[in-house]
């Protein structure tokens, strides 16, 4: 909501040109869980897949919240790197990093995160497109899910290597040899047998489920 009342100071107008982001008060996090009885209190933990201006508008209506990403990205958050929008961070997020693989999340090395809630939650280290950029895994009863965040823009990418959007990709990644080698990780996890595995990324709308409205319906 931060960013919904005052873009222009918030997120800035070359990125939001840039990007053709809409600021739409219905859309937000804290909104989409009061329109579902919940209040901003009740959110205790927020798992970052990596601190991009596109994935962290909302942290600050939950200045309370318990705020896990990986130690590298809070690192390359903190040396200055020009892709992050400061103003978001200025609340002062109560920050839980994570360094050490301590799992197995179907045969990628995994960190486990610590929330209140008893659920086996997981980073999975898809590093590339920011230096400590993660994938974030729920793991229940041999079913999984795995948010990739940005590791793809586009799921096609995963079986089109020269999918035109690697352009943008190579350029808005911090180590795209990395990137490269993420997606390659990707590849296998999903081309794996007997794995109960749900996946999506981010940016690809066609990933949404139907129930989903298009922006211009709330808007
Ligand atoms: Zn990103």
């Known amino acids: 909501m931060h960013d919904v009342r005052d873009p222009l100071r918030r997120v800035g107008s070359d990125v939001i040109d840039a990007a053709g982001f809409k600021f739409l008060a219905n859309v937000t996090a804290i909104r989409q869980l009061e329109s579902r009885g919940l209040s901003a209190s009740a959110v205790t933990d927020i798992v970052l897949t990596h601190c991009d201006t596109d994935h962290v508008g909302g942290l600050s209506d939950f200045p309370n919240a318990r705020v896990h990403l990986a130690s590298e990205e809070k690192e390359n958050l903190d040396s200055g790197n020009p892709r992050y929008t400061r103003h978001q961070f200025s609340h002062g997020p109560n920050w839980q990093t994570y360094s050490e693989n301590d799992s197995d999340f179907l ?47 586009l799921r096609d990418e995963l079986t089109n290597e020269n999918h035109p959007i690697s352009e943008l990709a190579t350029l808005r990644a911090d180590n795209n040899q990395l990137r490269m080698e993420s997606l390659d990780k990707l ?33």
């Open 107 to 153: 045969g990628l090395p995994s960190r486990r995160i610590d929330t209140i809630a008893d659920v086996d939650i997981r980073l999975v280290p898809l590093f590339g497109h920011t230096n400590g950029h993660c994938g974030v895994a729920i793991c229940d009863n041999g079913a999984s899910v795995l948010h990739i965040g940005d590791a793809y823009y």
């Open 187 to 219: 590849r296998q996890l999903i081309s794996r047998d007997g794995v109960d595995l749900t996946y999506f990324g981010y940016h690809d709308i066609t990933e949404l489920p139907e129930s989903v409205p298009m922006l211009e319906d709330v808007a």
